[in-house]
């Protein structure tokens, strides 16, 4: 225990004083603290250029409306719509637009044959293409209600022209499925490259060794068994360290820049919850365990680290196997195949603490899920201590397949 005490110490001393290391965490950082920064830079650089924001200009001068525009306003469509009777032409229209007291105009016109004409002013047709539809739904039922209004019918009459519809939404499936998928996909990513990241570390750390001879006195002090498990374990705290730092920098920098209440309107995060939380980072360890220990089994293989990526590309292969098996399944989170990834201990750790966020995956769901990939742990690293015992020492060409293979039959070993 003591001689992994030590290996662990020695690895996570390793990891975080590599140059690698902290230019890329705080480079993540930085981009974090930017990215939600990106409102207030585009403030920043508007403020000045800009007097306004969003306003509409609605020009009714023979006052077809008859003064009811106004009434547009209450609806809240994102901009603020202006209206005037002045019979203002285009020239005094171009003006406004120029000065910056208004984005847009509407010309309203009634001819004395035909329908109403709207002609849609503005600066330039490359940044606009079309008239808004929700202001254009807005004025026909603005129009829709004032002629109804002169018809002098009841109350019951125009609520039968004019019905207000419920509409509920229902699904076939027994299995109720709840949650925002974009932020559950979103979610997968990162947990994806927490987990990739992490445990390629040990591959790249295991090679960089034995390219150094610093692995010949790890031998002689300490097992195999306990030098895998060391480099893993540490690898793997300074990897959980730094997510649990990337995901607090976000949820701190997403307090303090972003207006209140503009993350929650564009991401769901009513099903993140403490047990969720708990659920997913027992998945991260024993995913990252998973192919760490497949990644401590191709870098002992190699002996020059322009050899890791080779070694490395099938388990890379699987990676991204298990990875998209989860990620495309979550589009139909109730089908056979989400389940099976949920299960398979490749697709598993990024799949199933969606499933629980979803609210589609029971106690024995996870139990058996959770035990499939312990059991996975356990054979991939009884094989990888193995053929690491014997190949820690191979300072020759990179080992075959057929080289690992015989290694691990041998019984001497």
């Known amino acids: 225990m003591r001689d992994l005490k030590t290996v662990i110490n020695f690895t996570i001393k ?35 250029t800009e007097n306004v924001n969003n306003i509409i200009l609605i020009v009714d001068s023979q006052n077809i409306f008859e003064g009811t525009l106004d009434s547009i306003n209450e609806l809240d469509l994102g901009y603020e719509v202006k209206v005037t009777t002045e019979n203002l032409s285009l020239d005094d229209i171009k003006n406004q637009i120029e000065a910056k007291e208004i984005n847009e105009a509407m010309i309203i016109e009634k001819p004395e044959t035909g329908n109403i004409k709207i002609r849609y002013i503005v600066k330039n047709m490359a940044t606009v293409t079309s008239v808004p539809e929700d202001l254009v739904n807005a ?33 076939t499936e027994e299995q109720e499925v709840s949650g925002n998928l974009f932020v559950m996909m979103m979610l997968s990513i990162v947990l994806f490259y927490a987990i990739y990241f992490c445990a390629y570390q040990v591959s790249s750390s295991i090679t960089t060794e034995k390219t150094s001879k610093i692995m010949e006195t790890l031998v002689t002090s300490a097992s195999p068994k306990t030098i895998v498990l060391g480099k893993t374990i540490g690898i793997g705290i300074v990897g959980l360290v730094q997510v649990c730092v990337i995901v607090a920098v976000s ?8 207006e209140p209440g503009l993350l929650e ?44 990526q080779s070694a490395n590309t099938p388990v ?77 020492l191979n300072y020759g060409t990179k080992m075959t397949f057929k080289d690992m293979v015989k290694m691990y039959k041998d019984k001497n070993n």
């Open 139 to 171: 004025i026909n039922q603005t129009y829709s209600n004032l002629q109804i209004s002169k018809l002098g019918l009841t109350q019951e009459q125009i609520q039968s022209i004019t019905p207000n519809f419920e509409f509920s939404m229902e699904q």
């Open 316 to 392: 890379a292969i699987l990676v991204v196997i298990g990875f998209y098996l989860s990620y495309f399944t979550m589009m139909n989170p109730t089908s056979s195949l989400n389940v099976f990834a949920s299960m398979f201990p490749f697709s598993s750790p990024f799949c199933m603490p969606f499933r629980i966020m979803m609210g589609i995956a029971s106690v024995t769901d996870i139990l058996i899920s959770i035990a499939i990939l312990i059991v996975t742990i356990l054979i991939i690293a009884k094989v990888a201590i193995k053929i690491y015992s014997n190949a820690i």
């Open 251 to 258: 949820l701190i920098s997403a307090k303090i820049f972003l």
């Open 265 to 308: 309107s564009v991401l769901d995060m009513s099903k993140i919850t403490p047990t969720l939380g708990v659920i997913t980072i027992i998945y991260f360890i024993l995913g990252y365990f998973t192919y760490a220990l497949l990644y401590a089994l191709t870098g002992s293989t190699v002996s020059k680290p322009e050899d890791i």
């Open 14 to 48: 390793d990891m975080v004083k590599r140059k690698s290391f902290i230019i890329s965490t705080l480079i993540i950082l930085i981009l974090i603290v930017l990215g939600f920064n990106i409102p207030n830079i585009i403030n920043l650089f508007s403020n000045g």
